[in-house]
C-alpha cells in the first residue's frame, strides 16, 4: 500500500486472467485513489488540485505498452459539496477526454476502531451535497459511492433524487465485518455477523428497486470484510473465496440482473488476500450458473455500457 502500483504491476497481476480463462484484459478504469502530489511540507493543495493532478499523472503513465493494458476510462475524485465543484469538472475535461465519472468515499462507521473516510454522517443525503449534485448530472458523469452496508439508504436517497444518472455502488455495498471480528465489536459474534448480513440483504433489495444503480462485484477479499489479519492469505483460495462470496453475488444477481453488475478487482487492496485470477475464477464459478451470457456482462458489457468503452482507448 505504501509503494507505487502502476501499470507495470498491474500487468504482472493479471497476466495469469488471460491465462486460466482465455480472455484478454482488454481496458482498465481508474478510480480515485486518494493519490497526492509529493510537495514540500509547507505547501498545501487543495482537494480540487489534488484531484486534477492525479488525472495528470494518469496520463503520463505507461498505460498500453509492454503488456500492460491500455486505460479505458478514468473516475476522478469529487466532492459535490466544494463550492467549485463545476469547475474542478470543467478541468477534468481539459486534462482528459477519459474521465467518465467521478467517486466520493464517504464511508463512516460507528465502530471507532473501523476506518472512517468521510467527514461527517449522511453525506450523500445531505441537501449540500444533493445540490451539488446537479453539476455532475448536467454533465451526464457517472457517480461511484463507497459507502458501509448500514448507509446504503442514504445510497437510495441519492437514487431517486437523481434518476437519470447512473450510480455505481462500489463494494457490492461493503458489509463491514460480516465475515469476522474487525474494529472494537463489529461482527465480534456469530449472531452480530448474521445481523450484518441480514440488514445488507435488506438494503440491497430496496437499492435495487432503483434502475439507474449498478452494483459493483468489487472488493470481494477486502480486508473490512473480516477475512482477518495476516499479511497475506487470509481467505486460503478460490474454492474458499467463492463459497464466503457465494450468497452475496446470488443476492446481487437475482435482485440487480446482470446488466447493472460489473467486475472491480479493487487491486491492489484486495492483493493481500487474493490474486485477480482468484477473484475471477470465484466470481465465474459462481455466476456460472446463469450461463455465459450473464458472465460476459458482468465481466465486460456493464462496464462497457456504463464507462462507454467502446470509444477509442489511445488516447487518455
Known amino acids: 500500500m505504501a509503494r507505487p502500483y502502476e501499470p507495470p504491476q498491474y500487468a504482472t497481476d493479471c497476466a495469469l486472467v488471460?491465462?486460466?480463462?482465455?480472455?484478454p484484459v482488454e481496458c482498465v478504469v481508474h478510480v480515485e485513489s486518494h493519490w497526492r502530489k509529493a510537495l514540500p511540507a509547507e505547501e498545501q493543495m487543495s482537494a480540487h488540485s489534488t484531484a486534477v493532478e492525479e488525472t495528470r499523472y494518469l496520463r503520463q503513465l505507461p498505460f498500453g505498452r509492454d503488456g500492460a493494458p491500455p486505460l479505458g476510462a478514468i473516475v476522478a475524485h469529487g466532492d459535490p459539496r466544494d463550492p467549485d465543484f463545476g469547475a474542478m469538472l470543467d478541468e477534468q475535461f481539459t486534462v482528459s477526454s477519459k474521465v467518465r465519472g467521478v467517486r466520493l468515499v464517504a464511508t463512516r462507521h460507528p465502530d471507532p476502531k473501523v476506518r472512517s473516510g468521510g467527514d461527517r454522517d449522511n453525506i450523500l443525503s445531505s441537501s449540500r451535497f444533493l445540490d451539488g449534485f446537479a453539476e455532475l448530472a448536467g454533465r451526464d458523469l457517472v457517480f461511484e459511492a463507497a459507502v458501509y452496508s448500514h448507509q446504503l439508504y442514504d445510497v437510495v436517497v441519492l437514487a431517486r433524487e437523481y434518476p437519470d444518472t447512473t450510480i455505481v455502488l462500489d463494494h457490492f455495498g461493503m458489509p463491514a465485518g460480516v465475515f469476522g471480528p474487525i474494529g472494537t465489536r463489529t461482527g465480534a459474534t456469530a449472531a452480530a455477523r448474521a445481523d450484518i448480513y441480514r440488514l445488507w440483504r435488506e438494503r440491497m433489495t430496496t437499492l435495487a428497486s432503483y434502475r439507474n444503480v449498478v452494483v459493483k462485484l468489487s472488493g470481494l477479499a477486502m480486508p473490512i470484510l473480516g477475512?482477518?489479519?495476516?499479511?497475506?492469505?487470509?481467505?486460503?483460495?478460490?474454492?474458499?473465496?467463492?463459497?464466503?462470496?457465494?450468497?452475496?453475488?446470488?443476492?446481487?444477481?437475482?435482485?440487480?440482473?446482470?446488466?447493472?453488475?460489473?467486475?472491480?478487482?479493487?487491486?491492489?487492496?484486495?492483493?493481500?488476500?487474493?490474486?485477480?485470477?482468484?477473484?475471477?475464477?470465484?466470481?465465474?464459478?459462481?455466476?456460472?450458473q446463469w450461463g455465459d451470457e450473464a458472465l460476459r456482462r458482468i465481466l465486460r458489457d456493464t462496464a462497457v455500457r456504463v464507462y462507454r468503452l467502446d470509444e477509442p482507448v489511445s488516447e487518455i
Do not use: C
Open 18 to 23: 488471460p491465462t486460466v480463462f482465455g480472455v
Open 227 to 288: 477475512y482477518g489479519h495476516e499479511r497475506w492469505g487470509n481467505i486460503g483460495g478460490q474454492s474458499t473465496l467463492g463459497e464466503m462470496i457465494g450468497p452475496f453475488v446470488d443476492h446481487v444477481v437475482t435482485h440487480f440482473g446482470s446488466d447493472r453488475i460489473m467486475f472491480g478487482s479493487n487491486f491492489p487492496i484486495d492483493r493481500p488476500n487474493a490474486a485477480i485470477d482468484v477473484l475471477v475464477g470465484a466470481l465465474v464459478d459462481r455466476v456460472s
